[in-house]
């Protein structure tokens, strides 16, 4: 049996089952780093952390962990959101994948998320999409699978 007070580590799955906020059966102590500390090294220069060594699902599980009561929710979700981490970080990513073109990218690749990563990965396959066409590889340019769920989805909230 537990006693108040006990730390033990568990799925998010089960905290996210296990939480409710008028019963108090638990409450979540966050990662290192989601926590203040890591927040300014984020705001200081967020190209240099190496984020898929601190989680390699940082923006995802931070987005979680906003499902539970804690005082500094507003301040992960800014961390999360703002130019000195995604965004910095995306401009980044995406003008690597763009300019690195045939070129080793294995130390950059290393650093990032995996949602960066995809990222990456689609830059990649957009630009070698558009090369193939320009030399006359490609019959035709079909628009990205991002931009037809984009456009499905705007049909589809009309019609409701």
Known sequence: SFVQGSKLEIPLWLAKGLHDSKRRILSVELPKIYKEAWRTVFSADANVVDLHKMGPYYYGFGSQLLNFDNPENPE?????????????????????????????????????????????????????????????????????????????????????
């Open 76 to 160: 992960i979700a800014q961390t999360i959101l703002q130019a000195s981490t995604f965004i910095s970080r995306f401009r980044r990513i995406m003008d690597s994948s763009q300019n690195a073109y045939n070129e080793d990218t294995s130390v950059l690749v290393a650093r990032l998320d995996e949602l960066e990563r995809a990222l990456f990965q689609a830059g990649q396959k957009g630009l070698n999409d558009f090369q193939c066409w320009e030399k006359g590889q490609a019959s035709q340019i079909t628009a990205s699978s991002l931009v037809q769920n984009y456009g499905k989805r705007k049909f589809t909230d009309m019609d409701g």
